[in-house]
């Protein structure tokens, strides 16, 4: 089973864009990747830049509507993620509970659907998505 | 620039409501689309909040909480990654997303190497190089 460890960091909804990150919590956090990567469970990780360089864009009216960062009504904000391949929600549970994460931060653990959660149909009309991933790749 | 686009949660995305086969056939066009213009890195949808849990850290203790969570604006249903020169490039393709109604989605660029400066030593830029290449392999 796929999993995202989605990373909140509060206060980072108002972070500007020039953020600093401590090395020595970025060397922790390092450590602690390298520990999800020898066991096999890390697929993927990622940084996201805060929201202050980012955008919103809704269609609530039908059409897009474009909206600066940073986004006043946000309470909390993705500061990154992990995506790991465990057995259950309580093994990401548990390395969840290893991150060397500070008070501040909140890790919020979801489950990825796969086709197969799908119904037969939908899963005949969302063939050939797996294969247009990656086609980005770096 | 990679960019992350956080689609975020609904009532209907919480309740497990699945999409219907219009609008699951109309982004597999824009996927394809977005595929065939070498920008789609991934796309995946994640299960309700009533499947995840939240671990919170305080003092080297951590507290886990069970989903499902408040439908506060801020809950994430899914996401791509994907690769463009810009943000106004990311948004002009998000802008095309087939939704039709409430939804709304975040654009937030993914953190590269070079963004960290001096706090990313060599050493560690070496390990994350090293992180990247044998977690994508798997």
């Known amino acids: ?138 | 620039m990679r960019f992350m686009v956080i689609v975020k949660a609904s009532k209907d995305s919480e309740a497990g409501v699945m999409p219907s086969t219009e609008l699951l056939t109309a982004m597999g066009k824009f996927n394809e689309e977005m595929a065939a213009a070498g920008l789609m890195e991934a796309g995946e949808g994640l299960h309700p909040t009533s499947r995840g849990a939240r671990v919170k850290y305080s003092g080297g203790q951590s507290s886990v909480s069970r989903g499902p969570f408040d439908l506060n604006g801020d809950l994430v249903a899914g996401f791509w990654l994907i690769k463009t020169k810009s943000l106004e490039e990311a948004i002009d393709w998000m802008k095309r997303a087939p939704f039709d109604g409430g939804e709304e989605i975040e654009i937030r660029q993914v953190f590269s190497p070079e963004d960290f400066g001096e706090a990313l030593t060599p050493e560690l830029r070496e390990n994350e190089a090293r992180l990247r290449a044998q977690a994508a392999k798997k």
């Open chain 1, 1 to 138: 089973m796929r999993f995202m460890m989605l990373m909140i960091p509060l206060g980072y909804e108002t972070a500007p864009p020039t953020v600093q990150l401590d090395p020595e919590r970025m060397a922790a956090m390092m450590r602690y990747n390298e520990a999800l990567k020898e066991a096999g469970v890390l697929i993927t990780l990622d940084g996201l830049h805060p929201p202050s360089m980012g955008a919103r864009v809704s269609f609530a009216g039908g059409k897009p509507v474009v909206t600066d960062g940073p986004f006043a009504e946000s309470k909390e904000v993705l500061g990154g993620y992990w995506m790991i391949e465990v057995n259950s929600r309580d093994e990401a549970i548990a390395w969840a509970t290893k991150c060397p994460a500070s008070s501040n931060e909140i890790i919020e653990i979801r489950q990825v659907q796969e086709m197969e959660d799908f119904s037969p149909e939908l899963q005949r009309v969302a063939a050939g998505f797996t294969e247009l991933q990656g086609k980005g790749k770096r």
